[in-house]
């Protein structure tokens, strides 16, 4: 696991979420909801790039269009696939964001991402808005956890052994960032937008 805080400048963090928010536009947020039994999900969420994260009473997935609207996920802003080329020491692109919002009292329940077909290349998580307390464990749920805080502009990958490992937000400490405020329609109650970058498919050839 690497942590970079700090690794977007306040100028650069307003910069991705303006490109992020014309996203959502494009792809409205929906509500992910737990297979089987269709809990909601505390957060909302929407993706940009060639594939999406859907999960639904029908499973965990990733398809091209909004479960929703039917429309093809928008494309991924260019500032984060240079971060992903910076970073990720992958050969290949990202092929998914997940874009998470955190609304005040919203958390992620401890969970290991393991819907992709290349656990090869790191997961890269970007962190816009308000401060959240983010924890990690090991590759079995019952291995013992440790927690931090990460903060808008910060940068967290999960490679090596803990590409599989369990992880989740916590919590939420409403206030800690203005970045959003300027969107208050979209964002009324402040709060936390993570992005999330991963590859589904292996690099051919």
């Avoid at 009292?105 to 959240?132: I, K, N």
């Avoid at 931090?148 to 206030?175: C, K, N, Q, V």
Wanted: hydrophobic fraction near 35%; charge should be neutral; charged fraction near 20%.
């Amino acid at each position: 696991m690497q942590v970079k805080p700090g690794y977007l400048d306040p100028a650069d963090q307003a910069e991705l979420l303006s490109e992020i928010v014309a996203a959502i536009s494009a792809a409205p947020f929906f509500t992910p909801r737990m297979p089987r039994t269709g809990k909601p999900f505390s957060v909302v969420m929407t993706n940009c790039g060639p594939l999406g994260w859907v999960s639904d009473r029908a499973g965990y997935r990733y398809q091209p269009t909004h479960p929703e609207t039917g429309a093809p996920w928008p494309a991924m802003p260019e500032r984060l696939l240079e971060i992903w080329n910076a970073l990720s020491g992958y050969p290949g692109p990202p092929e998914a964001c997940l874009v998470n919002y955190y609304r005040p009292g919203a958390r992620m329940g401890l969970h290991v991402d393991a819907d992709e077909e290349d656990f090869s290349a790191p997961v890269l998580s970007v962190s816009l808005g308000d401060t959240a307390l983010f924890r990690v464990g090991g590759t079995r749920r019952r291995d013992p956890t440790r927690s931090f805080r990460l903060s808008s502009g910060d940068i967290m990958l999960l490679t090596g052994e803990t590409r599989r490992a369990y992880h989740g937000i916590d919590r939420l400490y409403p206030g800690t960032s203005r970045l959003l405020t300027p969107y208050g329609d979209l964002f009324p109650e402040g709060g936390r937008i993570n992005l999330t970058l991963r590859r589904v498919t292996p690099v051919s050839g």
